[in-house]
């Protein structure tokens, strides 16, 4: 799904929180009084509030999950945002809805929401949804490139290629040499042009796509709409030149990012151990009365620049957990205990890791930091697996919130890819779109183990 799609989801949200703000007033509310005149401040908190909750769940994989699924999503997102708008609503009185209002308002925004959320659920099912022709310059990777608009365009139709190999490839069907591309784009009119790793345009047909480009054909490269389409970067299109000489990848650089990443990481961490104090006195107390040894957990794990340093958790399997040599946790793994599986589903066994934020060994935000037993492992088969440690390892990240835990080396790679777009793209917005994510993640257990 591209961003546009999602904005103009975000959008239609946005309308839906409006017309049950108009709605609600309407029927609430004396004549003389206007929502959005006499009640700005509350209006204002309503959208904001919402808008922030549908986020947070993770609302907008319309057409790409089942509509139950998408159903439980939009209902906790309005039962957060109604604990949240009730807490700012009592704290401060006078942007207060009436009771009745804010409870009418409450139904009409979910009712709203899932209705067009149905609407467009069953025209994408019906194909509904228009479909845009591409043309693959090159076949080589064509498989990546297939798999990639499957999954994030579906509608998306791939005429075939030109240049490369003769035949019948992942790419479809040739359409001819790469210097017939205008031809095929006169004969085909396709809306994209999506260049492969294997063939580049020579000087005379770069000039020429540079020109129809600007008469409105969209060229792209496979790693950029990789990067756009997935929020990755992809392991096996990378190389060092493009690397170097790409944007991104520049915290060690930027001393005034670093500054400010550090100070959130400070305050943040101690306001949270001080909220979540009485959750780890409980926690821990639960792991000692289930099973004998101690509650809070030791282990080694690789930092910034490979350094190893001592992680803290709460423990949630055996004390004999790990007699036989460090393994990956499985699904329903044998040696988790009944407490620490909803420890880990909640993420409460990681958080006396915000010590480890304190010490300056982590961060709130970063790459899971791994075992050095493991790390050794991937580092030999997955390329560019060492660039994770070119940043803190952190709590919460952008891998563990878009993918499910790792365990597997195809499973590492994925997540790298995710580490990869994070180290690239670090900044204060994608830090809030994690944090946010987080919460979502947090409320809606997935994958972890």
Request: charged letters at 25%.
């Amino acid at each position: 799904m591209t961003s546009s799609t999602r904005i103009i989801f975000r959008f239609v949200d946005l309308i839906c929180i409006l017309v049950a703000l108009a709605v609600s007033s309407r029927l609430m509310l004396p004549p003389y009084l206007e929502i959005f005149a006499d009640y700005t401040g509350a209006s204002t908190f309503t959208v904001i509030i919402f808008l922030l909750s549908f986020y947070m769940m993770d609302c907008y994989n319309v057409g790409r999950e089942d509509f139950r699924d998408s159903c439980v999503r939009v209902l906790v997102a309005v039962v957060v945002g109604i604990v949240a708008a009730g807490f700012v609503f009592y704290t401060f009185e006078h942007w207060r809805f009436p009771r009745m209002m804010f409870v009418v308002q409450m139904a009409v925004n979910l009712a709203l929401s899932l209705a067009w959320r149905r609407a467009y659920f069953l025209l994408h099912k019906r194909g509904g949804a228009e479909s845009s022709k591409v043309v693959f310059f090159g076949s080589s990777g064509a498989q990546r490139a297939r798999s990639l608009l499957e999954e994030y365009e579906p509608a998306t139709e791939i005429l075939g290629y030109v240049g490369g190999e003769e035949g019948e490839t992942p790419a479809g069907a040739c359409l001819g040499a790469a210097e017939d591309v205008f031809r095929v784009i006169e004969r085909f009119s396709p809306g994209r042009i999506i260049i492969l790793d294997s063939v580049f345009p020579d000087r005379n047909t770069a000039h020429g796509l540079f020109n129809a480009k600007l008469k409105g054909l969209n060229v792209v490269d496979i790693r950029g709409l990789y990067e756009r389409l997935a929020a990755r970067v992809p392991v096996d299109l990378i190389r060092d030149d493009r690397l170097l000489l790409e944007d991104g990848f520049n915290l060690n650089v930027n001393a005034a990012m670093r500054r400010l990443k550090r100070a959130s990481d400070i305050c943040c961490s101690l306001a949270l151990l001080v909220a979540a104090f009485p959750v780890l006195l409980a926690a821990a107390s639960v792991v000692r009365f289930e099973s004998p040894g101690p509650a809070l957990y030791r282990q080694k794990r690789v930092g910034l620049y490979g350094k190893e340093f001592t992680v803290y958790k709460i423990r949630s399997m055996r004390l004999d957990a790990e007699k036989d040599g460090a393994v990956w946790a499985g699904k329903n793994d044998p040696r988790i205990t009944r407490v620490g599986r909803f420890l880990r589903k909640t993420r409460i066994d990681e958080l006396p890791q915000l010590v480890n934020v304190l010490k300056g060994e982590m961060s709130l935000i970063g790459p899971r930091p791994e075992r050095m037993e493991f790390v050794r492992e991937l580092s030999a088969v997955i390329p560019y697996y060492d660039v994770r440690h070119s940043v803190k390892p952190g709590i919460t990240g952008w891998a563990q919130v878009c993918c499910p835990y790792g365990a597997s080396v195809e499973d590492s790679r994925l997540k790298l890819e995710y580490d990869l777009f994070y180290i690239k793209n670090m900044s204060p917005l994608l830090e809030a779109k994690i944090i946010l994510k987080t919460i979502g993640v947090v409320l809606f257990p997935k994958g972890a183990r």
